[in-house]
């Protein structure tokens, strides 16, 4: 999902982390300035990106459900809280600010802007947004050095997409169950995987023994979980393609 700008006036920022925007749709969009996802670690630096290019934000708001096993919400917690090292990693947890954001505009932004920790209160979101006090821009706008990348990709060859030998998945919600339906490329349906949890699923499609290229192992991976969270969300599921 990519950013959802509400008023330009509004000093609230809302951060959904791995929530599908459609459960927060019912939020006054008068009274947030954005509301976008933070899936990883890399995602707080965009944030910070995002602070000080709308620094009418003045609150951010973390809310919505959290990947097991990704921390990013106790991530930021910890940045707002702790700080960071002058090396720019966030004191508490792994996650390092990119080097193109200074840091002391890091502390600046953690200074000015408050955090509110609204995670497992998604129902509470929209009435405290509406009861935040304004306040003025804590700076002006300023945008930042992109990142620098390790290498330059003008010279090479466009990407083309590979037929897994493998075969293919077809993933889908029926009465709050997830079935993963694996077919072979050019036949019927080879087997049926069912179940709740998505990383119970995913266990027994490995030890199947199942042969997969790196990339389809990531994707059915990142599909399987958005089937869960949809089903803890309540919100329709529909599979991404490969």
């Known amino acids: 999902m990519g950013v959802i700008y509400g008023d330009e006036k509004a000093c609230a920022a809302v951060c959904i982390m791995w929530s599908p925007a459609e459960k927060f749709s019912h939020l006054d969009t008068s009274k947030f ?79 000015e802007v408050k955090l509110i920790d609204m995670r497992k209160k998604d129902k509470d979101v929209n009435k405290l947004i509406k009861d935040l006090e304004w306040k003025p821009a804590f700076y002006e706008s300023t945008e930042f050095p992109e990142v620098t990348p390790f290498y330059k990709t003008d010279n090479l060859p466009a990407l083309k997409w590979v037929m897994d030998p493998g075969g293919y998945f077809v993933i889908r919600i029926e009465e709050q169950i997830i079935f993963v339906d694996h077919y072979a490329n050019e036949g019927p349906v080879l087997r049926i995987f069912e179940g709740k949890d998505a990383k119970e699923i995913y266990k027994r499609i490995v030890v ?35």
Do not use: C
Request: charged share 20%; glycine share 10%.
């Open 33 to 111: 300035r954005l509301m976008g996802n933070l899936y990883s670690n890399n995602g707080i630096s965009k944030l910070i990106r995002s602070l000080y290019k709308h620094p009418q934000v003045r609150y951010v708001v973390l809310t919505g459900l959290e990947l097991g096993g990704t921390l990013v919400g106790d991530a930021l917690v910890n940045l707002f809280a702790n700080g960071v090292e002058d090396t720019g990693k966030i004191i508490g947890s792994k996650a390092v600010i990119e080097k193109e954001i200074p840091v002391s505009k890091v502390r600046l932004a953690i200074k």
């Open 208 to 242: 199947s023994g199942i042969k997969l290229l790196p990339d389809h192992w990531a994707y059915l991976g990142a599909e399987l979980t958005r089937a869960q969270i949809a089903i803890k969300q309540s919100v329709d599921y529909i599979q991404d393609a490969a």
